[in-house]
C-alpha cells in the first residue's frame, strides 16, 4: 500500500508559480500527477519513472510545468510556471506499482486526496 500526501497548492495570479508536492509513504515505480477541473473530467497532467527517470507531459503544459522526484525523500514535485487561469482545478497525486503505462486513471493504482490551484486573471 502506498499513501499521498500534496501540499503546495493555492491562490495565485496569471503568469505566476507554484510549486507542488506529494510525499509517498511506499516504494511506487511510477508517480503522475492529474488535475481536475470542476464540470470536467480528471485529466493527466505529468509523469515520471522512478527508477529510469523519464518523464511525460500532457501537450497543455509541456514547457511551463516540470516533473521531478527526491528519491531520498521520497517525493515527487510538480514545478509549475507561467500558470494560466485554465490551469485552475484539483490537483493529485498517483502512483503505479509498474513501469509507465499510459495516461489513463486505471493505470494508477494509488491517489492522493488532491490539492486545490487557483489561478486568477
Known amino acids: 500500500q502506498v499513501q499521498l500526501v500534496e501540499s503546495g497548492g493555492g491562490l495565485v495570479q496569471a503568469g505566476g508559480s507554484l510549486r507542488l508536492s506529494c510525499a509517498a509513504s511506499g516504494r511506487a515505480i511510477t508517480m503522475a500527477w492529474f488535475r481536475q477541473a470542476p464540470g470536467k473530467e480528471r485529466e493527466f497532467v505529468a509523469a515520471i519513472s522512478w527508477a529510469r527517470v523519464t518523464t511525460y507531459y500532457a501537450n497543455s503544459v509541456k514547457g511551463r510545468f516540470t516533473i521531478s522526484r527526491d528519491t531520498a525523500k521520497n517525493t515527487v514535485y510538480l514545478q509549475m510556471n507561467s500558470l494560466k487561469p485554465e490551469d485552475t482545478a484539483v490537483y493529485y497525486c498517483?502512483?503505479?506499482?509498474?513501469?509507465?503505462?499510459?495516461?489513463?486513471?486505471?493505470?494508477?493504482?494509488?491517489w492522493g486526496q488532491g490539492t486545490q490551484v487557483t489561478v486568477s486573471s
Open positions: 498517483t502512483a503505479s506499482r509498474d513501469y509507465y503505462k499510459g495516461r489513463g486513471l486505471a493505470d494508477y493504482d494509488y
